[in-house]
């Protein structure tokens, strides 16, 4: 194709603009790839137009921030403006009088503080009211639908604040997940079957990071099927294969690794650390072993890296369950004979997602 | 520095600084605001830790919202920590590679390290170098060379505009002027980049 380098650069300025269409912008693509002078024109433009945007968007956020600053800032400085005309005049004479301005302004000032800040806090408020408001609408919907359906329960309103992963130790409505994913929250949700069931606190304890949750519904249960896993309470040995069900996203996911060492960070005798992939959403998932038994509670993972996972060992469970007398948590494993497949199809009812809102 | 320091970072789904999020990417007031309120005073507390004061600490802080805005525009939304986090392990880095020599006291082990944190710094470090470089050669060039591309780049005027400010009889003219000078630039510019690599390998 013949062209100047004037038309060329006026190609390349429309084509980051992303201005060509159709079959321009195929032409333009197909001469890239033999055209070694359009290719540098163009890195060079891309280089450029980076540099370009770095400094006006540098601009942009330096601007809006120095204005929100100085607007918390205009009002004190303009009392302690007055206050210091005040106190030059009748230092004097009035010092009385001034001391009794000083406590008026800086009542002043607070009141003025207040009323600013409540405003910002009423303008995101608003907002928040105003986005609940469509989903609640959303929601009512759907809830709708499906209570026709069956008599489902009251379904959470809103976005959810946080997610994790639960499973489940009683049949009766008991899940155990991490204290971290719930902690602060009253308004906390398990999903099974994409119906959420409220739940409440049984016993929290930060330090070992687990929580015990029940779900509030009367005569509940997860499924006419027995709790299909077993736990073993005993410890493992370290190179041990295991896997893990957790929901990083809304449905349920897999993975696969094994026990790399018997301590978890700084040797810490409660955890074990993995090398098994994880992502946010699957504190609190169930560690299987080959014979499908829990044998730890994924609860963190190193920021670096994507497979150092840890998990709390199983008798953190024994313990932290030790004082609950009323319930028993005894469970058999009906799946140890089973092939690997049959038995995650089997956990599937029994690793459900947690969400608080 | 190479990344020595570790976090453990919990794995729960964080959704509720989501809305922030989306804020910040189109470079809503009131996400400013919220960060302002929210994050500034771990950044300044942290600077001032490590031998700032507040006026620096504002300046870090600044940068590093940059940085956070143009990974939210650019990249898309993604962030896997909390926005306070982020920031402070942002501001962080970029106080410890600016004012070294500043910083007489032991910098702490134990610090909430974000992954992305430092490579974002050293892109933005870079980018600003770079800047200085093509605001020098910019000035160079003189004007009206200089005032034109500086109107139509950065401050976003039109070819129309231009035209009746800088005086030119039609838009063709102004448009062939301001590839002439664009190309200059860029001369100047990218051999100078490319001098400036050579010497530092």
Not at chain 1, 1 to 18: A, C, F, G, P, R
Not at chain 2, 9 to 25: H, P, S
């Given at each position: 194709?013949?062209?100047?380098?004037?038309?060329?650069?006026?190609?390349?300025?429309?084509?980051?603009?992303?201005l060509?269409?159709?079959?321009?912008?195929?032409?333009?693509?197909?001469?890239l790839?033999?055209?070694?002078?359009?290719?540098?024109?163009?890195?060079?433009?891309?280089?450029?137009?980076?540099?370009?945007?770095?400094?006006?968007s540098?601009?942009?956020?330096?601007?809006q921030?120095?204005?929100?600053?100085?607007q918390?800032?205009?009002?004190?400085?303009?009392?302690?403006?007055?206050?210091q005309?005040?106190?030059?005049?009748?230092?004097?004479?009035?010092?009385?009088?001034?001391?009794?301005a000083?406590?008026?302004?800086?009542?002043?000032?607070?009141?003025?503080?207040?009323?600013?800040?409540?405003?910002?806090?009423?303008?995101?408020?608003?907002?928040?009211?105003?986005?609940?408001?469509?989903n609640?609408?959303?929601?009512?919907?759907?809830?709708?639908?499906?209570?026709?359906?069956?008599?489902?329960?009251e379904?959470?309103?809103?976005?959810s604040?946080?997610?994790?992963?639960?499973?489940v130790?009683?049949?009766?409505?008991?899940?155990?997940?991490?204290?971290?994913?719930i902690?602060?929250?009253?308004?906390?949700?398990?999903?099974?079957?994409?119906?959420?069931?409220?739940?409440?606190?049984?016993?929290?304890?930060?330090?070992?990071?687990?929580?015990?949750?029940?779900?509030?519904?009367?005569?509940?249960?997860?499924?006419?099927?027995?709790?299909?896993?077993?736990?073993?309470?005993?410890?493992?040995?370290m190179?041990?294969?295991?896997?893990?069900?957790?929901?990083?996203?809304?449905?349920?996911?897999?993975?696969?690794?094994?026990?790399?060492?018997?301590?978890?960070r700084?040797?810490?005798?409660?955890?074990?650390?993995l090398?098994?992939?994880?992502?946010?959403?699957?504190?609190?998932?169930?560690?299987f072993?080959?014979?499908?038994?829990?044998?730890?509670?994924?609860?963190?993972?190193?920021?670096?890296?994507?497979?150092?996972?840890?998990?709390?060992?199983?008798?953190?469970?024994?313990?932290?369950?030790?004082?609950?007398?009323?319930?028993?948590f005894?469970?058999?494993n009906?799946?140890?004979?089973?092939?690997?497949?049959?038995?995650?199809?089997?956990?599937?009812?029994?690793?459900?997602?947690?969400?608080?809102? | 520095?190479?990344?020595?320091?570790?976090?453990i970072?919990?794995?729960?789904?964080?959704?509720?600084?989501?809305?922030?999020?989306?804020?910040?990417?189109t470079?809503?007031?009131?996400?400013?605001?919220?960060?302002?309120?929210?994050?500034?005073?771990?950044?300044?507390?942290?600077?001032?830790?490590?031998?700032?004061?507040?006026?620096?600490?504002?300046?870090?802080?600044?940068?590093?919202?940059?940085?956070?805005?143009?990974?939210?525009?650019?990249e898309?939304?993604?962030?896997?920590?909390?926005?306070?986090?982020?920031?402070?392990?942002?501001?962080?880095?970029?106080?410890?590679?600016?004012?070294?020599?500043?910083?007489?006291?032991?910098?702490?082990?134990?610090?909430?390290?974000?992954?992305?944190?430092?490579?974002?710094?050293?892109?933005?470090?870079?980018?600003?170098?770079?800047?200085?470089?093509?605001?020098?050669?910019?000035?160079?060039?003189?004007?009206?060379?200089?005032?034109?591309?500086?109107?139509?780049?950065?401050?976003k005027?039109?070819?129309q505009?231009?035209?009746?400010?800088?005086?030119?009889?039609?838009?063709?003219?102004?448009?062939?002027?301001?590839?002439?000078?664009?190309?200059?630039?860029?001369?100047?510019?990218?051999?100078?980049?490319?001098?400036?690599?050579?010497?530092?390998?």
């Open positions: 194709m013949n062209m100047s380098n004037e038309q060329m650069h006026e190609w390349v300025e429309l084509y980051n603009l992303d060509l269409e159709g079959d321009d912008k195929i032409a333009f693509e197909q001469e790839t033999t055209n070694m002078e359009l290719r540098k024109m163009l890195s060079e433009h891309k280089a450029f137009l980076r540099l370009v945007n770095h400094k006006t540098k601009e942009l956020v330096h601007n921030l120095n204005m929100i600053r100085n918390k800032h205009t009002t004190v400085r303009r009392i302690a403006d007055e206050m005309v005040h106190v030059n005049k009748y230092w004097k004479t009035a010092s009385v009088a001034a001391s009794v000083l406590v008026a302004s800086l009542l002043t000032f607070q009141a003025v503080k207040n009323g600013y800040e409540k405003q910002i806090n009423t303008q995101n408020e608003l907002l928040r009211r105003v986005v609940t408001k469509v609640n609408n959303e929601k009512k919907l759907n809830t709708l639908n499906q209570s026709i359906e069956a008599n489902t329960p379904q959470p309103t809103g976005t604040k946080q997610a994790g992963t639960c499973f130790l009683k049949n009766n409505g008991y899940v155990i997940t991490n204290a971290h994913v902690e602060g929250f009253e308004d906390i949700y398990v999903f099974a079957n994409n119906i959420g069931h409220k739940a409440s606190v049984v016993k929290i304890d930060p330090n070992s990071d687990l929580a015990l949750l029940k779900i509030n519904e009367k005569d509940f249960t997860f499924s006419k099927a027995p709790l299909p896993y077993g736990i073993n309470y005993k410890g493992n040995d190179s041990e294969k295991v896997y893990t069900l957790g929901f990083p996203k809304s449905s349920i996911v897999y993975n696969e690794g094994y026990i790399s060492s018997s301590t978890g700084d040797d810490d005798s409660s955890r074990y650390e090398e098994l992939p994880s992502s946010p959403g699957v504190s609190g998932s169930p560690v072993d080959d014979k499908g038994n829990v044998v730890a509670i994924i609860n963190s993972k190193e920021s670096i890296g994507n497979s150092t996972t840890y998990a709390l060992k199983s008798t953190e469970l024994k313990k932290f369950l030790s004082d609950i007398d009323s319930v028993n005894a469970t058999m009906q799946v140890s004979s089973l092939k690997r497949q049959q038995q995650v199809k089997a956990f599937e009812n029994f690793v459900l997602e947690v969400k608080v809102y | 520095m190479q990344q020595s320091v570790l976090m970072q919990l794995l729960t789904i964080y959704n509720d600084e989501k809305e922030i999020l989306e804020g910040i990417a470079g809503q007031k009131k996400s400013l605001e919220w960060v302002y309120k929210h994050c500034f005073a771990t950044t300044k507390k942290m600077v001032i830790k490590l031998n700032g004061d507040t006026d620096e600490a504002w300046d870090v802080f600044q940068e590093a919202v940059t940085i956070f805005y143009q990974k939210c525009s650019t898309g939304i993604d962030l896997n920590c909390r926005i306070n986090t982020y920031l402070t392990s942002v501001a962080r880095n970029l106080w410890i590679k600016r004012f070294k020599q500043k910083i007489t006291t032991e910098i702490p082990e134990e610090w909430d390290e974000v992954e992305d944190a430092e490579t974002d710094v050293d892109e933005f470090l870079q980018k600003e170098r770079d800047l200085t470089t093509l605001e020098t050669m910019l000035d160079k060039l003189g004007d009206p060379c200089s005032k034109m591309l500086k109107a139509f780049y950065f401050n005027k039109s070819m505009e231009i035209c009746t400010e800088f005086g030119y009889t039609n838009a063709d003219n102004a448009k062939t002027q301001k590839y002439k000078c664009l190309t200059r630039l860029k001369k100047l510019f990218f051999t100078a980049s490319a001098n400036a690599v050579a010497k530092t390998e």
